[in-house]
């Protein structure tokens, strides 16, 4: 009995070495097979694999722990590739530029860099320190370097006359004191030519048709030249310039109706109809939107339509050049409340040619 005991004992005890090491030999093997399963899928792989950002820490903290000699044999990737790994983990375990401000110069708020910058884009002539004085004038007391500083990050330079005025900004300048003038021509139904005299303002795009004829001469548009001064009085005072072609029926006594109100003509070049094109774009609005649809009996008739159109296109045509305002408005209207709730009425122009919407009362 003590005998068989002693025997089961030492069976046991003679058996933990081998199992410990069937063990170790079993790590061994599933090693092996492991990266023989790596390798085999390196050969598979069409594109890199990506890897998340647990993963590269995973594989950071393991390569303590085995030879560099076998990262090669054991690691999906390169070498370089676990270092540079490592290198950016220690590089953002350092970083403080996403945390707290310690002490120091307090950031810039946004209301007074936006300030900034829309001050140097309205001013070009406008130095960082004209521009900070302006602004502690509205309540921003910020310092000349923090202004230099705005600009010169968002790549404006902060000296004065950046740049100078854009060519829009210059003819939007120079608009208020042109008016350009042309001849449009109209056929009759009866296959006979008409020729209207039509004025334009540059700044408000206000249209004058001066008068209708078929047989225009240079004594008939001198003569609409006095009916438009008369007609405008004061209202030519801010005019400046005059923008005509070099037709012979412009002689000296049409140009000198303008000279008497201090008023400057422009010739344009000889066959350049683009150096008139606000003129020549108004006469194309015209056809396209009247004359194109209507059958012009004669003198008579041709004076009404441009009449009616005259009004509409000064009253109540929207212009994408004055922010969707006609020519004779100063603002825009109020907005409507509850418009769902209010009848919009039609009123027809030159036979519904043309309609104008309004809210009923």
Not at 65 to 88: D, G, N, Q, Y
């Amino acid at each position: 009995m003590i005998v068989s005991l002693v025997y089961q004992v030492t069976r046991h005890l003679l058996s933990v070495p081998a199992v410990l090491l069937r063990r170790q030999t079993a790590k061994e093997a599933e090693l092996l097979v492991l990266r023989h399963e790596n390798a085999v899928l390196r050969r598979r792989l069409q594109r890199p694999i990506r890897y998340e950002s647990a993963d590269r820490l995973w594989f950071v903290a393991l390569s303590s722990l085995i030879s560099r000699r076998h990262w090669a044999e054991v690691f999906p990737v390169m070498p370089s590739t676990l270092l540079a790994w490592h290198r950016k983990l220690i590089a953002r375990r350092w970083d403080y530029s996403g945390r707290r401000r310690g002490p120091g110069r307090p950031p810039t708020h946004a209301a007074p860099k936006n300030l900034v910058l829309r001050l140097a884009r309205d001013n070009s002539r406008w130095g960082h320190r004209r521009i900070q004085g302006e602004l502690v004038r509205l309540g921003h007391p910020i310092a000349a370097s923090t202004v230099w500083e705005i600009l010169h990050a968002a790549g404006i330079d902060p000296a004065p006359r950046r740049t100078g005025p854009t060519w829009r900004e210059f003819l939007s300048a120079q608009a208020a004191g042109v008016m350009a003038c042309d001849f449009l021509h109209i056929d009759t139904i009866g296959l006979r030519r008409l020729y209207a005299l039509v004025f334009l303002e540059h700044h408000t795009r206000r249209l004058h048709i001066a008068g209708v004829t078929a047989h225009p001469t240079a004594a008939w548009a001198t003569r609409q030249a006095r009916n438009l001064a008369a007609e405008l009085g004061v209202s030519m005072d801010p005019l400046r310039f005059l923008i005509r072609d070099r037709d012979s029926k412009y002689t000296e006594a049409f140009d000198a109706v303008f000279h008497a109100e201090d008023i400057e003509i422009i010739k344009t070049p000889v066959r350049a109809p683009r150096a008139n094109a606000h003129c020549g774009r108004v006469i194309g609005t015209l056809r396209r939107e009247v004359l194109d649809h209507v059958l012009i009996l004669g003198e008579a008739h041709a004076r009404q339509v441009l009449a009616e159109y005259e009004r509409h296109y000064n009253a109540h045509r929207p212009h994408r050049a004055r922010s969707q305002l006609p020519p004779e408005a100063h603002q825009q209207p109020p907005q409507v409340r509850a418009p769902a709730d209010r009848r919009v009425l039609r009123t027809r122009i030159l036979g519904g040619v043309i309609n104008e919407y309004r809210y009923g009362a």
